[in-house]
């Protein structure tokens, strides 16, 4: 702590020069103290601070890969089913025409291919591998484009008149309600 200097005692302009000097020194060495200890503590708070925002985002990273992977193997499933409804397909076309066949046969086999590597997460070998296909087959490759515009149309249909038919039925049961009114007016 600093001593007060004491101005009534001693009226000497030496010592009060003095005083006043190791007042300064003293006022100096105490901040000087004050300051590193406050850059310690920052320093260790900012620390603590890095240390748990990383602990955050590791947690957070690990929850996008997993649901990534999910998603992923997800993906490689229905890529896998597509595969096999073009197989059927394929099939179907052997004995009228065998042509047709062997592109969609050609087809289902990059499509499986593409499912694994969609399960294996190459994504970059899957963008390659596509392009390598259509520059190879384009008339297939078109094929595919065309089928899976089918299949994506089909499945937004399907998807969006289960909805409208669940609202329905939750809203109080209005399109069973409307049905025998209209064949009690027809009558």
């Known amino acids: 702590m600093i001593k007060p ?12 020069k003095q005083q006043i ?3 300064g020194s003293e006022l100096k060495q105490r901040a000087g103290e004050a300051f590193q200890a406050s850059k310690d503590m920052a ?3 900012l620390a603590e601070a890095t240390d748990a925002a990383q602990d955050v985002a590791k947690g957070a990273v690990e929850q996008l ?7 992923q193997q997800s993906g490689a499933h229905h890529v896998d089913r597509l595969a096999g409804n073009f197989r059927q397909a394929a099939s179907a076309f052997e004995k009228d025409v065998p042509f047709a066949a062997r592109g969609i046969t050609s087809a289902a086999a990059y499509v499986e291919e593409a ?3 969609i399960r294996d997460g190459s994504l970059r070998d899957l963008l390659d591998g596509a392009t390598d296909f259509a520059k190879r087959q384009p008339a297939a490759f078109l094929g595919i484009s065309v089928l899976a ?7 937004l249909k399907v998807s969006g ?8 039925d939750a809203s109080g049961g209005r399109a069973s309600a ?7 007016g027809a009558s």
């Open 5 to 16: 200097a004491n101005f009534g005692k001693n009226k000497n302009p030496g010592d009060l």
């Open 21 to 23: 000097g190791d007042a």
């Open 43 to 45: 320093r260790d708070k």
């Open 65 to 71: 890969e997993d649901r990534t992977h999910e998603q």
């Open 115 to 117: 499912a694994e590597k």
């Open 149 to 155: 515009g089918f299949a994506a149309v089909r499945f």
């Open 161 to 168: 008149a289960s909805t409208s038919s669940s609202r329905t």
């Open 178 to 184: 409307a049905r025998p009114s209209l064949q009690g």
